[in-house]
Every structure is written in structure tokens, then in C-alpha cells.
């Protein structure tokens, strides 16, 4: 697929799997525009993707997206930048481990909200025009946890279940427009997600972000609702089509322990 003369939006760009998504996207003559809480990082990975691609627009929007109508605010800065968006990567997200009953109401309320509220709200904001042009992306960053209960991150695991349910419900709503939807299903991988948790936890066979959204370009030129990124977590997520419901809690709440 050709990403040159394309607008794509990042959502957690500041990091992780949503950085190298810039990286690559700049690689590939994206304009781009970058959204994220911390500003020094959007602006420090602003000047890098402009220094070496002198070719493509960079904008960074700072924005909170765990806020309930941060969508629309950040729809507007979109609009303000004279801006449309052929590319939408909702890839910011949250996670919180530990028991449901010792975490506090209000930042599970935050979780949902980022990664399903301001997920869904975005998607509503850019897909009509790219289904009346009949062209762009929309690639929704789930998780492996997706596919099965995940005590110990109980909320989580739900949101993702949520994020691949919509994603596949929309690609097939989307057939034939000319827009390409995807659910992009990580397992752990290299990055601050799990230093924001506070635990540490699942640190066997992680993955690069660049193995990841290096699977997610190659998945695009494909005609598949979802990708999971590696084969040792394609047969991991595989487990809850035959495991009984029993099992397969017991053996998820035990991968997901802290080690410390």
C-alpha cells in the first residue's frame, strides 16, 4: 500500500509501538500528525522525522484522550491545521494491573474511555470522509489479551475484547468503500506499557515495536479484519477456541502475575 501524499494521524505517538508507526510512516513519505499527553516528546520526535524526511508535514497535538470529549477538541486542532486525515492509527492506550477490587473507580473509568470511548469517537470523526473519498486506513491497535479473560487486568482485557469486536464489525461494514479497516493484536512488547503499571510481568518472549508494526504493514496489503503480531502469540490466542473457560482463566491469571 502507498502511504505518500496520505495524512496519517497517530494516537500515543510519544512511544512504544505508536512511534515507530511515525518512524515508519515518515519512512514511507506520510505527512503526519502526532498526538500524545507529552509535548517535548512530540516535538523531539517532530524535529527527527523532519530532519531526515525533509519532504513531509509534521504537526503535534497534545492532547489527553482519556478525557471524555477530547475527540472532539482534537477533531477541531485537526481542522485548525487545515488538515484531513487519510490515516487513522488508534493506537493510544492504557492498562492497569493488579485485582479489580483494590483499584480505584476513577482510573478504570479513564482506561474505558481511552481505549474504547475516544477510540470509537475518532473513528466516527474521520471515517465518513475517507468512505466519501473512497480511500484510507483505519488500524486499531487491540491486544492478545483480547481473546481471552485476563484476571489480574480485568478491565483491560475487556477493553481489548471491545476494540477487536468493533474493529472486525467495522471491516466488514467498510467492505467494498475502498477503506481498509484492521485490529492490530500485540502481545507484551518492548515498551513503557508495562513500567506504567508498576509490575513486572509477562517478560518472556516480548517483541520489538518494530516486529510489531512491521506486521501490521505487511497485514494492510492483505484482506483480513485481524493480525496478531508473532506466531508464538498467534498459538497462544489460539488456546481459548478449545481450552475449557475454567483452564483457561486459571492459566491467564497465572501468566499475568508480577514477578516481583
Known amino acids: 500500500m502507498e502511504f505518500s501524499n496520505v495524512t496519517a494521524l497517530v494516537t500515543g505517538a510519544s512511544g512504544g509501538i505508536g512511534e515507530e508507526f511515525a518512524v515508519q510512516l515518515a519512512r514511507r513519505g506520510a505527512d503526519l500528525i502526532l498526538v500524545a499527553r507529552r509535548a517535548e516528546k512530540l516535538a523531539s520526535l517532530r524535529e527527527t522525522l523532519t530532519a531526515r524526511h525533509p519532504g513531509i508535514a509534521v504537526d503535534v ?11 472532539a477538541e482534537l477533531e477541531s486542532g485537526v481542522r485548525e491545521l487545515g488538515r ?14 493488579g485485582k ?9 473509568a479513564a482506561q474505558i474511555q481511552l481505549n474504547c470511548g475516544t ?14 473519498r473512497r480511500r484510507g486506513v483505519v488500524l486499531n491497535v ?26 472486525e464489525a467495522l471491516w466488514q461494514e467498510c467492505r467494498g468503500t475502498g477503506v481498509k479497516v484492521l485490529a492490530l493484536c500485540p502481545g507484551a512488547t518492548e515498551t513503557e506499557f508495562f513500567n506504567r503499571t508498576g509490575e513486572e ?5 516480548r517483541q520489538t515495536s518494530k516486529q510489531v508494526v512491521d506486521t501490521a504493514f505487511a497485514a494492510l496489503d492483505k484482506s ?17 477456541r478449545v481450552a475449557p473457560r475454567r483452564l483457561l482463566l486459571a492459566v491467564s491469571e497465572r501468566m499475568l502475575k508480577a514477578s516481583r
Open 224 to 240: 483480513s479484519p485481524t493480525v496478531i503480531s508473532g506466531f508464538r502469540n498467534s498459538i497462544l490466542a489460539s488456546g481459548y
Open 119 to 132: 477510540l470509537v469517537d475518532l473513528t466516527a470523526r474521520f471515517l465518513p470522509a475517507m468512505v466519501e
Open 100 to 108: 479489580f477490587v483494590q483499584q480505584p473507580p476513577e482510573p478504570n
Open 201 to 205: 510481568f509477562l517478560t518472556d518472549g
Open 84 to 97: 484531513s486525515v487519510d490515516v487513522l492509527i488508534n493506537n493510544a492506550g492504557v492498562g492497569l494491573h
Open 142 to 167: 487491540a491486544s492478545t489479551a483480547a481473546f481471552q479473560p485476563t484476571p489480574g487486568m480485568a478491565v483491560y482485557g475487556a477493553t481489548k475484547a471491545f476494540v477487536l469486536s468493533y474493529t
Open 61 to 71: 497535538l497534545t492532547a489527553d484522550l482519556a478525557v471524555p470529549g477530547s475527540g
